[in-house]
């Protein structure tokens, strides 16, 4: 398994505080000022190549995320 760098280890934190989450909801985590949402996404698209989260659709929204690793 790939080892996370420090801003990946940050976002896999608040999922694995959250459980499920979409993009939007881990964004509204962070205090002022708040990371882009293209931030963000780009840290949970590396998460979910590196395996460590997984995705289910979620509408018209994109998707839900939730952690593979506990």
Sequence with gaps: MEQL???EE??????WEKGE????EIIATYPEPRPS???IST???FL???GF????PAGNNGFIYYPLIQ
Aim: net charge positive; proline share 0%; hydrophobic share 40%.
């Design 53 to 56: 989260l997984g995705h289910k």
């Design 21 to 24: 989450a979409t993009v939007k």
């Design 10 to 15: 940050e976002v896999m934190n608040k999922f």
């Design 48 to 50: 979910v190549d590196k």
């Design 37 to 39: 949402r293209t931030a």
């Design 5 to 7: 760098t420090k801003r």
């Design 43 to 45: 840290f949970v698209k």
